[in-house]
């Protein structure tokens, strides 16, 4: 089910997380990450890796939430880092760090999902 496409600028991996994360995918999830990168979800905790990312998704998805775009705010973007940040509907804040990988895709080295305001 993993959606192939790989994002081209740092903002399409928020968009690319909604879909695949309403689709139930979570091989599409875990493939917006590096290999090394870490989650800070569900708050206080932390996932490093692919495999820890994955049994975090794993049991968000199997939640079967319905996420809705919020507000995407532009990404601040220097070299082969990016700032992504979006306020959700709920009024939380996500903040990612994206790296430019070696064939000008990006993927999330960092990402705190849930800040609140």
């Known amino acids: 089910m993993t959606n192939k496409n790989a994002a081209s600028e740092p903002n ?5 997380f909604i879909e695949r994360a309403n689709a139930g995918d979570v091989d599409g999830l875990v493939a917006l990450y590096e290999p090394n990168a870490v989650l800070a979800f569900p708050p206080g905790n932390l996932a490093t890796g692919h495999a820890e990312i994955r049994k975090v998704y794993e049991q968000f ?4 939430p319905v996420l809705l775009p919020g507000r995407q705010h532009p990404a601040l973007v220097g070299d082969d880092l990016a700032l992504t940040a979006s306020t959700l509907t709920t009024g939380e804040v996500t903040v990612e760090v994206a790296r430019r990988q070696p ?15």
């Open 61 to 64: 998805v199997a939640a079967a």
């Open 12 to 16: 399409d991996l928020g968009r690319f």
């Open 103 to 117: 064939d000008g895709s990006w993927l999330w080295a960092v990402d705190q999902p849930s800040l609140e305001p």
